[in-house]
């Protein structure tokens, strides 16, 4: 508890030793980056002890009234998302400084990044409602500062606004969930919530919950903001921001669920709908984008879909008496939610660096890239295997798991369970398929091929600072991905403690299969090297001739000519065509000879123009009514002031007789 | 174990022996007389002699494209059973890892495709991408349906117990056809033989391999041929010729050249889609699978 105290001092420090250093950019660069590994490095080692074993710590500081005692503590959830807030900030800081370095106002951006890190710390420690409140609120405030730094643009100011509304529509959804959780007159520490709650109350928690944290995670239809907000957020932040700010969502959800006890089987099933409307359309809607970041944006809808997928099979395992698909979703989920945050972080980062280097992240535009920028091209080639869930790397163990899961439940429950946990089976399945050719569309039209427009001869690879975080993450990738049977076992405490009955020999047989599962991968990784040993044994006494890609006989095709990320996932798009609602606006040539054509695409976002748009327009014009009492004439104020302090006073005058 | 081993190596041996057979029957059915039976190891054996001509717009994923393609339908045989038999690495849920080596395999097959920055290719490669995403899930609730109905979990086993005589075991088995057909590349979805690239799927996407790299293509596809009959052979063979115990992988061996006279006959038959309709296709086999999964759960 002490090294996570020192740990947040240190984040403090070096936050305002950035706001300081304000003149000087480069040592308030410098020093703000340094404290995310000082944070880590204070606590690693006492926050690895609690996740192995499972002891929680607490601290209890008396506080003034009304609100009792400052409640702190790290229990093995706690500590298993620490981790994973650490572990990225560093990688992430890491990068900032190289993508920051021109940047005028680098050191109020360290000033928040900082202030990020240490509230999410905050939000995961904390014990006491308020607490959790303030925590809460000052990580969206400060990751609303850093959304907007290029806020002379009029793109990122909307889109940061959307966030900040949107942030707060959430919180928004928490208050009564916390009212409703509080005993009456009672304390507001964590422990003391939940306790003799009806039914009808818990359920409504965990809706509000669901709302509530959802909106920060991004399930879908609550997931306005994240498309918007990530393209206009400078990289790294999008990084860490879609790798781990978006999971405290699921984390909340997670914290809340451990206070409500027993779910019903219908909190599964609520779960496993959205889950699955996350996944698929946050998937479909990534294919039809044009936009690098925002296609990610619209990835990490998908796969926070798939994380709230295991977690729903989790509690249906838990409510229906299957304990062993309970444990199975619960470590898939957990496990995605880190793997995620490595293969995001990365992605975005990669994006970050194509954006840097090029200055675009529109990918109709790139092309070739692969050649010019062999770093950033063949990390950002595994970041996109493992978001695929592709073997050797560590989506797919996760998701590997929570099929696993799926598939145990649907074995082993009575029908009206196992038909929908089939479905989400089928979903899943789909979501693989379209996943794999949204990546297959965002790297080979990014990265391979020939440059769509001239691209300058000034494109070349980022400094070390930027590269060198990217190598460690697609490192991660696959270490994460061959340590399987590693990885399951450490996050046993933290399914422990959600109330998922795990013992020695589930945890063993989870072990077993997840060492099959890395020897098929290791054997696979083997073979790939051994057949291309014997391919260059086989070609390297051999003359081989480059030439130009055959064209079919067609003469002279252009760059232009190849497909682009638009006609790729075309024939998808138009499959889906009545989910997506794409714009398409064409000039086709009218005449037989050829002459200039345009053709645009865009699909915009179906819930924010289905829902949320017509539903501040509708309030927007219901309180434009109102406005007759905002005239400006200061006399009439103060006799509406006045009128209702006199009101009161009667009302008050009346109670008391 | 030894017997798994023993037909993991007839497959990697046999494989090639697919595509003449298929050759065979259709060139039965046009009254020709059709290419030799051991033709594709001919073709393997020059192409293993030649050396490549390269694009100047690849780079080294083109080259990586057909080695991780082939290792990876080589790393699926290893969890695939022959008719009855067990596989050389089984597990709960082994079949998933099954389908993602598989997609392993394509995606890199499409990457090194769009390397080439050939419009053909990538022409190709977005429609494998499209037509497998619609496979995918028909091959992982089909399968699912059969792990209901034997209570099994690893394929040796729910591919051991599964009875064509069950009405769920006979509709995954014609769901699993279709994908066949769809991932294979043959009629009605894609037509090995065709001179258009316009119409091609699979084999637009190898238009720039040769030499050794087409070799390894060639042969990474005929083995993903035998993995799929094999899978095939399993759910519709009747069990009392599964249970048969041979020291020689012999029933397994007739169950994938049956499957082979089936496609065959198909090819035969039918002819090719409209692209426009092969979706409406997989979604029919995606149905299937689903009223199999529900007649299982019932």
């Avoid at chain 2, 699912?144 to 086993?157: C, D, E, I, V």
């Avoid at chain 2, 993903?224 to 094999?230: C, G, I, N, P, Q």
Wanted: glycine residues 8%; contains cysteine; positive net charge.
């Amino acid at each position: 508890m002490t090294q996570t105290l020192i740990a947040l001092a240190a984040l403090l420090v070096s936050a305002s030793a950035a706001l300081g250093l304000r003149s000087r950019a480069r040592a308030a660069s410098r020093l703000g980056a340094a404290g995310s590994p000082a944070a880590l490095a204070i606590c690693v080692v006492a926050l690895i002890r609690v996740l192995s074993s499972g002891h929680a710590v607490a601290l209890r500081v008396s506080w003034a009234e009304p609100f009792g005692e400052l409640t702190l503590g790290i229990d093995a959830l706690s500590s298993f998302f620490l981790l994973i807030i650490l572990s990225l900030s560093v990688v992430t800081a890491l990068y900032g400084v190289g993508y920051l370095e021109r940047s005028s106002q680098s050191s109020v951006s360290w000033f928040f990044f900082n202030l990020l890190v240490a509230s999410m710390i905050v939000v995961v420690i904390a014990r006491h409602v308020l607490v959790f409140l303030l925590a809460w609120e000052t990580m969206a405030l400060t990751s609303f500062f850093l959304v907007a730094h290029h806020h002379g643009q009029r793109s990122v100011r909307r889109a940061s606004w959307i966030y900040l509304i949107a942030s707060h529509l959430g919180s928004f959804f928490l208050l009564p969930m916390f009212f409703l959780l509080a005993p009456a007159g009672g304390s507001l520490a964590f422990s003391d919530l939940g306790h003799a709650l009806a039914p009808w109350a818990a359920s409504s928690c965990f809706v509000l919950a669901v709302i509530g944290f959802g909106c920060k995670a991004g399930l879908m239809p609550l997931h306005v903001w994240l498309p918007e907000a990530h393209p206009a957020a400078p990289s790294h932040v999008s990084a860490l921001m879609s790798g781990v700010m978006i999971k405290m969502g699921v984390y909340g959800l997670l914290r809340v669920a451990m206070l409500l006890g027993e779910p019903p089987l219908w909190w599964g099933w609520l779960l496993l709908a959205l889950g699955a409307i996350s996944a698929l359309l946050g998937v479909l809607f990534a294919l039809a984008q044009h936009d690098l970041k925002r296609l990610l944006a619209y990835h990490s809808v998908e796969n926070v879909g798939i994380i709230v997928l295991g977690i729903g099979v989790g509690f249906t395992g838990l409510s229906s008496g299957a304990p062993h698909v309970a444990v199975l979703g619960f470590t898939g989920a957990l496990l995605h939610v880190l793997n995620h945050a490595v293969f995001k972080g990365l992605l975005f980062l990669g994006a970050g660096s194509v954006l840097r280097a090029t200055h675009t992240a529109e990918i109709d535009e790139l092309g070739g890239l692969m050649r010019r920028m062999p770093v950033t091209g063949s990390t950002f080639l595994v970041g996109c295997l493992s978001i695929c869930g592709l073997p050797p790397f560590n989506g797919f163990v996760s998701e590997f798991l929570i099929y696993w899961a799926m598939i145990a439940g649907v074995l082993s429950l009575t029908a009206a369970t196992a038909v929908p946990l089939g479905a989400t089976v089928a979903v899943l399945a789909s979501v693989g398929g379209l996943a794999l050719a949204c990546f297959a569309k965002a790297f080979g039209i990014v990265f391979l091929g020939l440059p769509r427009r001239t691209t300058p001869q000034s494109v070349v690879e980022n400094g070390p600072s930027m590269t060198a975080p990217m190598v460690l993450l697609a490192a991660a990738c696959l270490a994460l991905g061959l340590s399987g049977p590693l990885l399951a076992p450490a996050v046993a405490t933290v399914v422990a403690d959600l109330h998922a009955p795990i013992d020695a020999a589930s945890i063993h047989a989870t072990t077993r299969v997840l060492s099959r599962v890395t020897l098929i991968a290791a054997a696979f990784m083997a073979l790939v090297a051994a057949m291309a040993l014997v391919r260059h044994r086989l070609l390297c006494r051999r003359e081989s001739r480059a030439a130009p890609t055959w064209d079919c006989g067609y003469v002279a095709p252009s760059a232009t000519m190849q497909y682009t990320a638009s006609s790729f996932a075309q024939p998808i798009v138009d499959l889906y065509g009545s989910l997506l609602r794409t714009r398409k606006r064409l000039d086709a040539p009218e005449i037989h000879f050829p002459e200039a054509a345009h053709l645009e695409t865009e699909t915009p976002d179906l819930s924010r123009e289905g829902i949320y748009e017509p539903l501040f327009e509708a309030i927007g014009v219901a309180l434009r009514r109102m406005l007759v009492l905002q005239h400006g004439q200061l006399h009439i104020y103060v006799l509406a002031v006045v009128l209702t302090l006199i009101a009161l006073l009667l009302w008050q005058v009346g109670w008391n007789s | 174990m030894t017997t798994a081993l023993l037909d993991f190596l007839t497959a990697l041996a046999l494989a090639p022996l697919l595509p003449g057979v298929i050759a065979r029957v259709k060139a039965l059915f046009a009254g020709r007389q059709g290419p030799p039976l051991l033709q594709a190891y001919f073709d393997l054996c020059k192409l293993l002699r030649k050396s490549g001509v390269y694009s100047t717009a690849t780079t080294w994923i083109f080259r990586a494209g057909p080695i991780v393609a082939c290792a990876s339908v080589v790393a699926a045989l290893a969890l695939t059973p022959a008719a009855g038999r067990t596989a050389l690495i089984s597990f709960p849920a082994d079949f998933v890892l099954l389908a993602y080596l598989l997609a392993c395999g394509r995606f890199f097959t499409v990457l090194a495709a769009l390397d080439t920055g050939s419009s053909f290719e990538g022409m190709g490669a977005s429609r494998e991408v499209h037509y497998a995403a619609l496979g995918e899930p028909a091959l992982l609730l089909g399968l699912l349906a059969l792990a209901r109905q034997t209570g099994t979990m690893s394929l040796p086993s729910l591919l051991g117990r599964a009875s064509p005589l069950a009405p769920e075991a006979a509709l995954v088995g014609a769901a699993l056809f279709i994908v066949l057909l769809c991932e294979n590349a043959r009629i009605p979805f894609d037509d090995p033989n065709t001179h258009l690239e316009l119409t091609m799927i699979h084999e637009a996407m190898v238009l720039d391999h040769g030499g050794v790299d087409l070799a390894l293509i060639h042969y990474g596809s005929w083995l993903k041929l035998w993995l799929w009959s094999a899978l095939l052979a399993g759910v519709l063979m009747p069990v009392a010729l599964k249970t048969i115990v041979t020291p020689v992988p012999l029933v397994g061996v007739t169950g994938v050249l049956a499957v082979a006279l089936g496609i065959g006959v198909v090819e035969s038959c039918i002819a090719r889609l409209r692209l426009l309709r092969v979706p409406h296709l997989l979604a029919t086999a995606l149905a299937l699978a689903a009223v199999a999964f529900i007649l299982g759960v019932r």
